[in-house]
């Protein structure tokens, strides 16, 4: 198969080889409307999602350090930029809570609890912005003394018994009106019991989107500091999510998802990982979206605030790549920005 097409690609150059004078590629560059003519991938407001980070209290908004230009907002707040959002014409934002110290627990029992602040803070956008949707993060890490996104039993994680109490995360969060679950702790198998837990409580129309090939990556150091989970965290991660050295396993991934009901597949972290993307996208032909994560963010905003990149054109480069890639989507701390400068 590859050496049928690699002879086909061999004839194709050699074909082309005395190309030159009648081949000029430069032709179709020599002008900004004949290289928009030309041009292969967009950026639209509607490939685009808002992260947003919600704490307790009233009207405040606090910065993070290691974000900058990224916020923890309380709910009033956040409502604000879910509207923004909405004006902007991005169709989803991604909530994230910043869980108190006093509530986390080595059982995370506050994941679960129906009036927490994920589900007051969903069921508040859900009552005042009418046109996007909102999706959830189904995992334990806000939640758990020890930062990991599953419960520990003999300083293991225990797969089980993490998916048991997931499941009540996830229907909590649908009670509350979610529209897409997100589960990104990585356990085996727990897109299937969530999406049979989903069918049994007449949830059958959330969507899923796994965070299917999550890598056990070092970029995720601002988002741990942003919902002040890092001090907490013992040891890594490295025990569900995806060794960075592979590939192959990524498509097993994603498509034991889609087979356990998953209606979409994220690829994490995002830019060093357009392999993977392109991957996934290519075999399985399924939505694929891609997390542009906190520490891709924060090293492109380090450098432009350092004066050594332009943060607006950078952004939309690796946006793009993202899209020639082949992902539907992209999560990014960049997303409103970018929403202003880009159309439908
Ligand atoms: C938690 C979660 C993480 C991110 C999204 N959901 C962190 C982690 O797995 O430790 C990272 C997002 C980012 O870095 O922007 N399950």
């Known amino acids: ?64 350090n290691s974000l900058p230009g990224v916020n923890r907002y309380t709910i009033d707040r956040v409502i604000e930029v879910a509207k923004e959002c909405e ?34 803070t969903v ?55 979610t529209d897409i679950i997100a589960p990104s702790d990585m356990m085996d198998g727990r897109v299937l019991k969530i999406r049979e837990a989903l069918e049994s409580h007449n949830f059958q129309d959330k969507i899923i989107m796994s965070y299917a090939a999550k890598y056990a990556s070092n970029y995720y150091g601002p988002f ?8 907490n965290l013992t040891g890594d991660k490295k025990t569900y999510q995806m060794d960075v050295a592979n590939s192959n396993e990524a498509l097993r991934e994603a498509e034991l998802d889609i087979s356990e009901g998953a209606d979409m597949v994220m690829v994490k972290p995002g830019l060093p990982y357009l392999d993977i993307i392109h991957k996934v996208k290519t075999y399985l032909k399924v939505p694929t979206f ?8 924060a090293s ?12 607006d054109d950078i952004i939309m480069e690796t946006l793009l790549c993202f899209k020639r890639a082949g992902a539907d989507g992209i999560l990014t701390y960049a997303a409103l920005d970018v929403a202003k400068k880009v159309s439908g």
């Open 1 to 64: 198969m590859i050496h049928k097409h690699h002879v086909k690609f061999c004839k194709m150059i050699k074909n082309s080889m005395h190309g030159y004078p009648l081949n000029r590629m430069r032709r179709n560059r020599q002008s900004d409307w004949s290289r928009r003519l030309v041009c292969e991938n967009n950026v639209l407001t509607s490939d685009l999602i808002l992260p947003v980070f919600v704490m307790e209290g009233n009207n405040k908004i606090e910065p993070i």
């Open 87 to 120: 004006d902007s014409g991005l169709p989803l934002i991604a909530i994230f809570p910043v869980i108190d110290s006093n509530l986390k627990t080595d059982h995370a029992e506050e994941s679960y609890r129906a009036d927490n602040l994920i589900c007051r």
């Open 123 to 177: 069921s508040e956008i859900k009552n005042k912005v009418s046109n996007i949707g909102v999706m959830t993060d189904v995992a334990l890490d806000p939640y758990t003394s020890h930062g990991h996104d599953g419960i520990l039993k003999n300083n293991v994680i225990a797969n089980d018994e993490t998916i048991e109490i997931l499941i009540k995360q996830a229907i909590n969060q649908c009670e509350s009106g």
């Open 224 to 231: 741990r500091d942003a919902i002040k989970s890092n001090k």
């Open 290 to 297: 891609a997390y542009q994560v906190s520490g891709e963010y």
């Open 300 to 311: 492109l905003m380090a450098a432009s605030m350092n004066g050594w990149i332009e943060y």
